[in-house]
Structures are given as structure tokens and as C-alpha cells.
């Protein structure tokens, strides 16, 4: 397992925080197997997965590209940072 696996399914585990069903979860490839859970009762507000779900609520075909892409990175590293995980971007990476 070299890639994050993105699932959004409807029967996901439920999110480990409350109990309730997750809207979709990542399955990072680091160490054993890292899961991030985004979660409409957990993740609110002005945190990375709060503003992760008002984009994805947003109709099909209306939704900022760059913006998602943008969400759903601080999202990661916020629920990874969550876990003792930190992000250290490649010298020649653009961001
Ligand atoms: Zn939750």
C-alpha cells in the first residue's frame, strides 16, 4: 500500500470520536495503516474538516477545485497531526 485510499461508502466504520457514521474515511500508507475519519458531528467549524464538508456539500460541478484540493491537504495533515504524524513537504515540492 503505497497511496492514500480515499473510501466513501455506505456502510464506512463508524467514526471513532462519536460513534456515528463517517462521511468518508482515507486510509493513509503509513506505518501499519493510518485511518482518517471526516465526520459531520466531529469535524465543524473553522477546522480543516469542517471546511472540508461545506465544500462537499457544495452541488456537483460547483465545487472550487483548487479549494478542495486545498481542504482536503489541511485536512489530512490536520487529522494526521492528530495522530503524532507530521507532514514535511519534498524540498522540489510547489507547496
Ligand atoms: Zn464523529
Known amino acids: 500500500m503505497n497511496r492514500v485510499q480515499v473510501l466513501r461508502t455506505d456502510d464506512l466504520p463508524p467514526c471513532p470520536r462519536c460513534d456515528r457514521p463517517a462521511l468518508l474515511v482515507a486510509r ?8 482518517l475519519y471526516l465526520c459531520r458531528h466531529c469535524d465543524t467549524g473553522p ?44 524540498e522540489d515540492s510547489p507547496n
Open 28 to 35: 493513509m500508507p503509513l506505518g501499519d495503516g493510518v485511518d
Open 47 to 90: 477546522t480543516a474538516g469542517g471546511r472540508l464538508i461545506a465544500i462537499l456539500g457544495l452541488p456537483d460541478g460547483e465545487r472550487p477545485l483548487d479549494l478542495l484540493h486545498e481542504f482536503t491537504a489541511a485536512w489530512m495533515h490536520e487529522g494526521l497531526a492528530a495522530q503524532g504524524w507530521r507532514y514535511i513537504p519534498h
